[in-house]
């Protein structure tokens, strides 16, 4: 999403962040297989991990949830229905992907898992700033 947004001359105007749901590789840096299948595409991927926080909900208008089980997670989190409604299924910004497909995870996987992964995001990255200028005439 960050390179689209770049490559677009986005930055200035949309605020993306990544956090999960759980806290297992809090401070951590992004998986060494993700990195170099996203350096193979010109993407640097960069930072730490962090976990969601409640604070999430007020300052970001879309909580993109990779999975199912993510997504429980962020609506248990949710204070209140206007919290809940920000949360969605990746997947589901991808016209062609079904819907409410999980992204799969490849981090215990062999063979070309990341890439499945890197080629599902850039489709549905595609979609979420489709919506997103939409929905904010950008």
Known sequence: MRQLLELEQLTAEIEIDSA?????????PPDRRARVSAKLRGIELAGRARRVETKDFVRFDYLIAMDRANQRDLLRMASDDLAK???VLFRNYDPDSPRDADVPDPYYGEGDGFETVLDICEAASRGLLQQIRENHRL
């Open 20 to 28: 999960g749901t759980g806290d297992w590789h809090v401070g951590e």
């Open 85 to 87: 409604a920000k949360i």
